[in-house]
Nanobody, 123 residues
Framework: QVQLVESGGGLVQPGGSLRLSCAAS????????IGWFRQAPGKEREGVSC????????YYADSAKGRFAISRDNAKNTVYLHMNSLKPEDTAVYYC????????????????WGQGTQVTVSS
């Protein structure tokens, strides 16, 4: 079965950290651009961070720069999003998605999505 499965979400206090995982089954991730997106209630889904398939170049939204880091472990067929210094405004459902090589970090360019994992930042 071809699927992406996110994990690692949860409830964390402001200033805390989480590591989200995006594990692929049924296909290999290393061919694809992989993105992390998030959607808060009443808001559009936005790109948080993306990593290319070719040279491993990365993109971060302004809100994520300096706090989040995306990485991929091709041996484990998994992409991670390390999130530090979390803020209440980071609260959202986080999705990973796969796109063709060269995809920009826009939800319109990613075709295959996981089911999402909830991240809640609250004291």
């Amino acid at each position: 079965q071809v699927q992406l499965v996110e994990s690692g979400g949860g409830l964390v206090q402001p200033g805390g950290s989480l590591r989200l995982s995006c594990a692929a089954s049924g296909f290999t991730l290393d061919y694809y651009a992989i993105g992390w997106f998030r959607q808060a209630p009443g808001k559009e889904r936005e790109g948080v961070s993306c990593i290319s398939s070719s040279d491993g170049s990365t993109y971060y939204a302004d809100s994520a720069k300096g706090r989040f880091a995306i990485s991929r472990d091709n041996a484990k067929n998994t992409v991670y999003l390390h999130m530090n210094s979390l803020k209440p405004e980071d609260t959202a459902v986080y999705y990973c998605a796969a796109g063709l090589p060269g995809s920009r970090c826009s939800r319109y360019e990613y075709d295959f999505w996981g089911q999402g994992t909830q991240v809640t930042v609250s004291s």
